[in-house]
Each structure stands twice: as structure tokens, then as C-alpha cells.
């Protein structure tokens, strides 16, 4: 037992929430194959390198298995400065809704401080919201979770613990109003 636990001190930390970059719908592939665009690799390198200007360097990344996903969790792992098999894949993850991506977070190693998972709205969307101690605002163009958007909690306690309205929503970042150099399009 840590020394913390048996103080009876709670551990805060850091979950990330990542949507996926913009993907390529002109490509003759199913969804589960769809590759990102240019714009969607640039948000997904975007984002990283903001974590890392952050010092918000996940211990643990999580991600659907689609194309678009593991992209997007790739080129952030990149830009932190690691390799792509540092990302771990989980099939449940694909489409999920809130209820499935919460119960993958409560399978988190408990030795993960700061946890960044990739995944896809609708559910992701609704896994902020549901998350949130206090409901975040819905930006004027209606989208909360737009593509290559992260949203950062803080948890207290146990990932086995978390639960709905248990997180403090820090702030939500999208990738294109970090950088001039990602454009709309490509």
C-alpha cells in the first residue's frame, strides 16, 4: 500500500478525452477504415504538442481500433516524444456510447496518473457531459466534442471508482484554435 492510501489521501488524476481528428470521407473504405485527413493528422500533432507545452503527457493512452482513432492517438504519441505501440487498442471502444467508454476507464491500471483516451462522438460527447461535476457549455456552433478536441478532468480517487459527475472539467481545447497552421481544409 502507498504511503498516500494509508494516510487515507485521495490521488487526483488527469483524464483527456480526445476525439479523433477530422477524417477522410472521399476514401472508398468502410468507417471502421476511414483515414484521417491532412487536417486531421495536423489537429491530432496539434494537440500533442499542446500537451506537452501543457506538461499534461498522458502515462496511459487508450483508443478505439479504427483507422481514424489509432491515428490520431499515434500522431499525439508522436509529438509527446513516443512510439506508436505505447498506445493500447481495445475493440469495445469502437462507436461506443458513455456507458461502455466508462466502464473501459474503470479498467485503467490503477498505477496511471494522467490517462488520454481517443475515441468517437456520439458517445465521447456524451461521456463529457455526463462526467462533468458541472455541464460545460455548448460552444455557439453546437458541436462540444468537434473533431481533434480534448477535453481535460480531473478525477479523485481509483479509476475503478470513476463515475458520473465525479470529474472536474478543467477546460476543452480544440485543435484548431491552438494553431493558425491547421487549416479548415485540405
Known sequence: MAEWESRGVQMMRELLLLRHGKSDWRQPVSDFDRPLRKRGRQGAKRIGEWLVEQALAPDYVLSSPAERTVSTA??????????????????RLYLADAEVLLAA???????????????HNPGLEDLVRQLASMPPQTPDDGKLMATATLAHFRVTGEWSEVSWGAAELVEIVRARMLAESVPEDD
Open 74 to 91: 499515434e500522431k499525439c504519441v508522436r509529438a509527446l516524444g513516443r512510439k506508436a505501440p505505447w498506445v493500447h487498442t481495445d475493440k
Open 105 to 119: 476507464l474503470q479498467t485503467v491500471p490503477g498505477d496511471c496518473q494522467r490517462v488520454l483516451l481517443v475515441g
